[in-house]
């Protein structure tokens, strides 16, 4: 099942899709256990300790130090994971409205994680970008 890899029927199909709730940033001591009550929607171990993005009201109530407010925009597109520019056109877009994203890659679509209070704004920049690609 390989995805697209070519950039401008990537940028064209991709339907940006903003998921319900606000999700945070977390880590947790290396060889800590993740508590039974999270449900992150990504989890990343490194050497200083485990990354989990998490809906904020669950990091919350399992008492975890939260950064970053954010909102997750999913990609609806199933892009290769050998797919050359497809993220880097998109932050590139987003940096020059002055807005930071942490993108995540899974297996079928990519992810994006926009400041809470900018969401619209992105979905707004997103949708423009698509509709550019469009024949």
């Known amino acids: 099942m390989a995805g697209e890899t070519?950039?401008?029927k990537l940028l064209a199909a991709m339907t940006p899709e903003l998921r319900p709730g606000i999700h945070v940033f977390a880590t947790l001591p290396?060889?800590?256990p993740v508590s039974d009550s999270l449900e992150p929607v990504m989890?990343?171990?490194e050497r200083e300790g485990t990354t989990l993005i998490a809906l904020e009201e669950e990091a919350e109530a399992a008492g975890l130090e939260i950064v970053f407010r954010c909102r997750m925009v999913t990609l609806n597109v199933h892009s290769s994971l050998e797919a050359v520019g497809?993220?880097?056109a998109i932050t590139t877009r987003l940096a020059a409205?002055?807005?930071g994203v942490n993108p995540v890659s899974a297996f079928y679509h990519d992810h994006l994680f926009v400041p809470a209070d900018r969401a619209e704004e992105a979905m707004e920049?997103?949708?423009g970008l698509a509709e550019e690609n469009r024949d």
């Open 6 to 8: 070519d950039l401008k």
């Open 30 to 32: 290396r060889d800590a």
């Open 43 to 45: 989890l990343f171990r």
């Open 86 to 88: 497809f993220l880097a």
């Open 97 to 99: 409205a002055g807005m």
């Open 125 to 127: 920049i997103l949708t």
